[in-house]
């Protein structure tokens, strides 16, 4: 079975502080993880993915198979950030599961 | 380029009643296809997902169904609706090929059985 954590369901920072956005994952082979985004109003979309080792919007996320785990960070929040994120993992046979979601509110 | 329609945007339904949620996508072909249901709380479930025509996995027992009678036709389905089907639905697409590809999402159906 594959399954997404994400523990917090909100996360409130004010603007300029560092973010960080948990997510850990379940999963017997070799996972494909992704962050995916909803500002409001918007579609859900991809923001980044593990196998790119990208950075968008200043955001980085690293796979620590150890630790099974795909924390989602950003050294200097901005207001434009809040939104909606979810971490996504995709298994075997083309399955994508999504973890609950966290919330993230940038205070100004 | 490809798009991901879906529709209604909103559909308001008496408990008992049937259900039909459609889904299709242009400009691409043999594409993953998903159904889930985003509900605050508990995040984004998968509800049901196809790799080909005809090909449905089912992640959530319970009583909606989906088919694809097309290549990039979806549709979700219920013979009698439940209050607690009530929700957000989404549908998305994804390519096969190479790794790391992504989802594509639809702009959703707000759902209210009553």
């Known amino acids: 079975a594959q399954r997404v954590t994400q523990p917090e369901k909100l996360l409130s920072v004010f603007k300029g502080a560092p973010v960080e956005l948990k997510c850990n994952y379940s999963?017997?082979?070799?996972?494909?993880l992704f962050w995916y985004v909803q500002y409001s109003r918007q579609r859900l979309q991809l923001l980044l993915r593990?196998?790119s080792r990208e950075s968008i919007k200043g955001f980085t996320a690293d796979l620590n198979k150890g630790e099974t785990s795909f924390h989602l960070k950003k050294p200097f929040a901005q207001e434009e950030d809040s939104a909606m994120y979810y971490c996504?993992?995709?298994?075997?046979?083309?399955?994508?599961?999504f973890g609950t979601g966290t919330k993230l509110q940038v205070i100004p | 380029s490809q798009t991901i329609h879906q529709w209604p945007a909103t559909l308001v339904q008496p408990v008992g009643s049937p259900l039909s949620l459609e889904c299709t996508v242009e400009?691409?072909?043999?594409?993953?296809l998903y159904w889930y249901r985003q509900a605050a709380g508990r995040g984004l479930q998968l509800l049901f997902y196809?790799?080909?025509?005809?090909?449905i996995s089912s992640e959530v027992p319970q009583n909606l169904s989906a088919s694809r009678p097309q290549d990039r036709q979806f549709i979700l389905s219920s013979k009698k609706l439940l209050l607690s089907d009530s929700g957000f639905y989404l549908c998305?697409?994804?390519?096969?090929?190479?790794?790391?590809?992504?989802?594509?999402f639809g702009s959703g159906t707000q759902l209210s059985v009553l």
């Open positions: 998305a697409w994804k390519s096969k090929q190479g790794l790391g590809e992504k989802l594509f």
């Open positions: 999963y017997s082979g070799s996972p494909e």
């Open positions: 593990h196998i």
């Open positions: 996504a993992l995709k298994g075997g046979y083309q399955k994508v599961t």
């Open positions: 400009g691409t072909s043999n594409p993953n």
């Open positions: 196809s790799v080909g025509i005809g090909q």
